[in-house]
């Protein structure tokens, strides 16, 4: 177990950093926050330090990459989150997960676009003649 309020000084410090916090880092934090440290050092060099790509770029790249991993919803629409909030688009976004189309197929960019469709409201268009639900 870690100090309770040292971890809660990292948790905050990793929130005010990223944006955001995973329920693993919370439960990691608790647990055992050498570890923790540890990873989120790795994540802070490729990612939360300032380096040649903007932050946007990175949230973008990574949206994809969770995507094609086939992330948990919940970690995609962090990320989601944190791209509009640094003022990407819906669109810029939605372009980012198309890209997973070629290469990792339809499964895949629907996983991503079913979160984005939540996370940003997107509405879609009913058709006026009778369907079949597609296997949905």
Do not use: C
């Not at 802070?44 to 330090?49: L, N, V």
């Not at 990792?104 to 003649?129: D, K, L, R, S, Y």
């Amino acid at each position: 177990m870690s100090d309770p309020d040292a971890a809660l000084d990292y948790v905050n410090e990793m929130a005010r950093t990223r944006g955001y916090v995973l329920p693993y880092h919370k439960l990691m934090a608790n647990a055992d926050i050498d570890v923790l440290k540890a990873a989120n050092n790795l994540v802070a060099a490729a990612y939360t330090d300032d380096r040649k790509l903007d932050k946007a770029t990175k949230e973008l790249i990574f949206i994809t990459s969770l995507t094609v991993m086939r992330a948990s919803p919940g970690h995609i629409a962090s990320h989601i989150r944190v791209a509009l909030d640094l003022g990407v688009s819906p669109q810029e976004i939605l372009e980012a997960i198309e890209i997973t189309l070629p290469e990792a197929g339809v499964v895949t960019f629907q996983h991503g676009f079913t979160v984005w469709a939540e996370v940003v409201g997107a509405q879609g268009i009913e058709p006026t003649i009778e369907t079949h639900d597609g296997g949905n």
